[in-house]
């Protein structure tokens, strides 16, 4: 299977295209030295999202993707400074070692609380469903206005 991983990422990048690997753990990337070397050499692009849990062993992580001081000090200032009454995260994108920067991603209100996995948030959205006779669409909107004003 690890092999078909090597020949996928191979093929991909002949035809100019990218393959897009998504993992909430490096661990599954780098336990495999045949996928860490198909995906990590043959990607230019990379996007990491907070990765404080991981602060104590970045180093490994920084050697593993080659990724210089500057872009570790980026990386690990990611959320660090949020303001508190947006719902916003910051997220990191390296090119290729030749440009890097975080951004922050922002969505509405609405967004927010249709997606979030925050248990008490979850619980007013069903509370306020249940009093709207199960209409989640209209719930979510009155919830994102109230929360707005």
Same mark, same amino acid.
């Given at each position: 299977?690890?092999?078909?991983?090597?020949?996928?990422?191979?093929?991909?990048?002949?035809?100019?295209?990218?393959?897009?690997?998504?993992?909430?753990?490096?661990?599954?990337? !780098?336990?495999?030295? !045949?996928?860490?070397?198909? !995906?990590?050499?043959?990607?230019?692009?990379?996007?990491?999202?907070?990765?404080?849990?991981?602060?104590?062993?970045?180093?490994?992580?920084?050697?593993?993707?080659?990724?210089?001081?500057?872009?570790?000090?980026?990386?690990?200032? !990611?959320?660090?400074?949020n303001h508190p009454g947006r719902f916003y995260k910051e997220v990191w994108f390296g090119l290729g070692g030749v440009q890097s920067a975080v951004y922050a991603t922002e969505v509405s209100g609405e967004e927010y609380l249709t997606y979030t996995t925050e248990e008490t948030e979850k619980m007013e959205v069903f509370k306020k469903t249940d009093e709207l006779d199960g209409n989640y669409e209209l719930a979510i909107k009155q919830l994102a206005e109230s929360k707005r004003n």
């Amino acid at each position: 299977m690890w092999r078909r991983v090597l020949s996928l990422h191979k093929t991909v990048r002949k035809y100019f295209g990218e393959a897009i690997v998504v993992t909430q753990e490096v661990d599954d990337i !780098i336990a495999s030295p !045949i996928v860490k070397e198909a !995906i990590i050499n043959n990607s230019d692009c990379k996007i990491l999202l907070d990765q404080r849990k991981f602060m104590n062993r970045f180093d490994v992580i920084q050697s593993l993707l080659g990724l210089t001081d500057k872009e570790k000090g980026q990386i690990l200032s !990611i959320n660090m400074a949020n303001h508190p009454g947006r719902f916003y995260k910051e997220v990191w994108f390296g090119l290729g070692g030749v440009q890097s920067a975080v951004y922050a991603t922002e969505v509405s209100g609405e967004e927010y609380l249709t997606y979030t996995t925050e248990e008490t948030e979850k619980m007013e959205v069903f509370k306020k469903t249940d009093e709207l006779d199960g209409n989640y669409e209209l719930a979510i909107k009155q919830l994102a206005e109230s929360k707005r004003n």
